[in-house]
Nanobody, 124 residues
Framework: QVQLVESGGGLVQAGGSLRLSCAAS????????VAWFRQAPGKAREFVSS????????SFADSVKGRFTISRSSAKNTVYLHMNSLKPEDTAVYYC?????????????????WGQGTQVTVSS
């Protein structure tokens, strides 16, 4: 069992930066692939980024490539989403998800565990 808690969201101006954190409890987190998804009002949940269990593999949605990075700290049982050059269209609730497989994946159905989400609002 894995419990996930996101933090770091907030209000930022366009062009600014935020760092989201996904803190996990549960002994299987270190062997889980972790992803970030987001959902804007009236829109479907969409993939943002994923990092493999080892940290050696990462994947990004085209809309965030070159602006977002993802990393994980095994010591802190935490995955970070570093968001730079934020745009108003990045406004959404950001969710952290974990799954017991090794490679990065964009399909939300593969992820077993989900956090409650953190709101990110980018003003123009």
């Amino acid at each position: 069992q894995v419990q996930l808690v996101e933090s770091g969201g907030g209000l930022v101006q366009a062009g600014g930066s935020l760092r989201l954190s996904c803190a996990a409890s549960g002994r299987t987190f270190s062997t889980s692939t972790v992803a970030w998804f987001r959902q804007a009002p009236g829109k479907a949940r969409e993939f943002v980024s994923s990092i493999s269990w080892s940290g050696g593999g990462t994947s990004f949605a085209d809309s965030v490539k070159g602006r977002f990075t993802i990393s994980r700290s095994s010591a802190k049982n935490t995955v970070y989403l570093h968001m730079n050059s934020l745009k108003p269209e990045d406004t959404a609730v950001y969710y952290c998800a974990a799954g017991g497989f090794r490679n990065v994946a964009q399909n939300p159905r593969l992820y077993e565990y989900w956090g409650q989400g953190t709101q990110v609002t980018v003003s123009s």
